[in-house]
């Protein structure tokens, strides 16, 4: 049996057309012979009505952040079968061996050249040696920066990260910068779209798929961002954490402020973002 | 087996059109533009990721739309555990349900106030109701997603979702009273 107070509880699923039919035909049959309460659900649903009207504000993303999703996407790699489980019976196999042989004679000789350039960047970045810095100690400038090309791979054997050509996302690489570290190298790429607006891409060494590109964020004041990024060491058992600051010059920072205590996780690699106060 | 590029194209012609859609309901969760974006790109990266999972011919925004939500609680959770933060169970344990009617039902003279009141002032209305409840107004009122749907988003049953939404309005009508008030459009 429905009654008047009963109203305010089903007022709201009925206006959804989401009440229970039962309830619903008690419902209406009690609109029938109550005045009172076909005027309250009248001017509920006048106001149900305004206020999904009002509520319902196009908003546009910016053009930036499609950008940004783009060139995640062809950044990211899912994951997928490793080309070697797929079994070398496919007829593609001989186009890739084909392939690779090419590659190895055009980019030996390239890595070669670039290796001879001097690099004044690097050699700082190694003079500085940045290990195990104390949390909260002065963060040197202990990058280096890389001469490489979008496609090649980074020169880590332990990654076999290449970097990815974001150009079909509108975006160009300009950078790329390593920081080393005992047993963990993290990999920043910095892109720029048409505008000018600066991306950087974390990869990580070990978990590819899980590096994300980050909009660098155009404030006022010096440091723009900072990574906080915990490394399991598997080598040490310990987690250790990275802080990694992006300067408004472009610069990239980093510190190792761990060991924080024993751990039996595997190789993880995540990416969090602590806005600067 | 489908290619990696096949598939990159596949998802951008199946998941981006929806960008615009859950930016708008982003920025409502997040309540910042900045947030909103980090927010969106994280949801698109894992949906990227899951894609395989994704059936097609199957509602591809809310497929979408139950990662994004998924992605904002984890992110909304972090900024609440932050000092000063107020965990939103909290909160829904402290309010009374709908039997002890907190909030008056909305009146004419509501529907009139709603009309005075400007754009901005009606979303900053909403980003005050609390994340548990703003959310499935969101998905409700503004999404109009089924309360099935919005039940499998937020993996709660659906007389939650309706005891939730109905709490939700109410409390947005009472944010937008309060709104009007501070516009000096109310007198108590």
């Known amino acids: 049996m429905f009654e008047c107070g009963d109203l305010d509880a089903v007022a709201s699923a009925h206006l959804d057309g989401e009440l229970d039919p039962a309830r619903e035909s008690e419902l209406v049959f009690h609109l029938t012979g109550c005045a009172i309460c076909r005027e309250r659900l009248e001017v509920e649903r006048a106001y149900d009505a305004a206020l999904r009207l009002r509520l319902r504000r196009t908003e546009v993303a910016p053009a930036s952040l499609h950008a940004a999703v783009r060139g995640a996407i062809v950044a990211a790699r899912p994951p997928s079968v490793a080309w070697y489980a797929r079994g070398l019976a496919s007829s593609w196999a001989p186009r890739f061996a084909m392939a690779a042989v090419l590659a190895v004679l055009l980019i030996v000789p390239a890595v070669r050249l670039l290796q001879r350039i001097p690099d004044v960047a690097q050699a700082a970045g190694d003079r500085h040696g940045c290990h195990h810095l104390t949390a909260g100690g002065v963060v040197p400038p202990c990058c280096k920066e890389l001469s490489v090309l979008a496609g090649m791979s980074l020169d880590d054997p332990s990654a076999g990260v290449v970097v990815p050509d974001l150009t079909s996302a509108g975006l160009r690489l300009v950078r790329a910068t390593r920081c080393n570290f005992h047993q963990a190298d993290a990999n920043l790429l910095a892109y720029h779209d048409v505008a000018g607006n600066s991306f950087s891409l974390v990869l990580s060494p070990y978990e590819p798929a899980s590096s994300r590109l980050i909009r660098w964020r155009r404030e006022d004041g010096v440091p723009v961002a900072r990574y906080v990024v915990p490394v399991d060491v598997p080598a040490h058992g310990v987690r250790e954490r990275l802080d990694v600051t992006l300067w408004r010059s472009g610069k990239i920072a980093c510190a190792w402020t761990g060991p924080e205590g024993n751990t039996a996780h595997p190789i993880a690699w995540r990416v969090l973002r602590q806005s600067l106060r | ?188």
Not at chain 2, 6 to 28: C, D, I
Not at chain 2, 49 to 76: E, S, V
Not at chain 2, 152 to 167: A, F, K, N, Q, W
């Open chain 2, 1 to 188: 087996m489908e290619q990696e590029e096949e598939r990159r194209q596949r998802f951008e012609r199946e998941a981006l059109p929806h960008l615009n859609a859950l930016f708008g309901t982003a920025l409502r969760l997040t309540r910042n533009r900045s947030d909103a974006e980090d927010l969106l790109q994280e949801t698109y990266l894992r949906a990227f990721r899951f894609f395989d999972r994704y059936q097609p011919g199957t509602h591809c925004k809310a497929w979408l739309y139950r990662i994004l939500i998924n992605a904002g609680m984890n992110f909304l959770g972090k900024k609440s555990r932050q000092p000063g933060g107020v965990q939103f169970e909290d909160v829904e344990a402290v309010l009374p349900g709908p039997e002890a009617t907190p909030v008056q039902a909305p009146t004419r003279g509501d529907i009139a106030l709603l009309a005075d009141l400007l754009d901005d002032e009606v979303q900053a209305a909403l980003a005050a109701v609390p994340e548990t409840f703003r959310i499935v107004v969101i998905l409700a009122l503004v999404e109009e997603f089924s309360y099935k749907e919005i039940a499998g988003m937020l993996d709660i049953p659906i007389g939650t979702v309706m005891s939730r939404l109905y709490r939700g309005r109410r409390l947005l009508q009472e944010s937008l009273r309060e709104t009007a008030r501070e516009r000096g459009l109310l007198r108590d």
